[in-house]
């Protein structure tokens, strides 16, 4: 039963925090891309890096995976990998990259329940593995703009079987602000709004625009 008394100004505990979650990149490789036709590809490739560098400006642990990077695939986006430097990918030959020990015991090591996820392709190497988690009683976030399938219908499907099965769809950008929630957090205000400036289209356009006319704090 509602109970107004049990009203307060608090935060879901289903919101994504810097504390509760970790990313996982999927296969943002070569070959994978160039069979992606669910969208525009610069514009996935455009997301995943924003969204690797909320990761990187909220301190979230991030973990990298790849698919047969030596034999087909080819290497970890550029783009993506100069966002952590020094961090290697965990390759893999399963499709499924929850069937790869080493990539579980990453996610598993960090104690988070929340995972962020993204990848290529969403009806393969994003769909497996977010089924697979959800079953383990993970709580499974796809970024559905830093993801894209084959096609249009295949990209659109597999999300479908993912949120039947429990998955929320997000945005890259919704991921940002989430982990952000409050403009009163100056000690990530600034790397926020470079990220947003950088990679968030009309909307950076927007904040520099703000920052220029108006003054340095009129994005928040």
Excluded at 18 to 25: E, R, T, W
Excluded at 55 to 84: K, N, Y
Excluded at 90 to 106: F, G, H
Excluded at 214 to 220: K, L, N, S, Y
Aim: glycine content about 8%; aromatic content about 8%; charged content about 15%.
């Amino acid at each position: 039963m509602f109970d107004t008394a049990q009203v307060h100004a608090a935060p879901s505990a289903d919101l994504l925090t810097p504390d509760n979650s970790v990313m996982l990149f999927i296969d943002h490789q070569p070959q994978m891309f160039f069979g992606t036709g669910s969208g525009d590809r610069a514009a996935i490739i455009n997301s995943t890096v924003g969204l690797a560098k909320a990761a990187r400006a909220f301190d979230v642990p991030a973990v990298l995976t790849t698919v047969a990077a030596e034999s087909f695939s080819g290497p970890l986006l550029p783009q993506l990998a100069a966002v952590f430097p020094g961090q290697k990918a965990v390759d893999r030959t399963s499709m499924n990259a929850w069937e790869d020990e080493a990539l579980v015991e990453a996610v598993r090591a960090t104690g988070r329940k929340k995972i962020i996820l993204s990848g290529l392709w969403t009806e393969v190497c994003l769909v497996l593995p977010a089924l697979s988690a959800l079953a383990q009683g993970y709580e499974v976030y796809v970024v559905t703009d830093a993801s894209g399938g084959v096609s249009p219908a295949a990209h659109e499907h597999a999300l479908q079987r993912m949120l039947a099965a429990g998955a929320v769809p997000v945005t890259w950008v919704q991921v940002l602000l989430e982990l952000q929630r409050d403009w009163a957090r100056s000690e990530t205000y600034g790397a926020v709004m470079e990220i947003v400036k950088e990679h968030a289209g009309a909307y950076g356009l927007g904040v520099v625009y703000a920052q220029t006319v108006i003054g340095a704090h009129a994005a928040g």
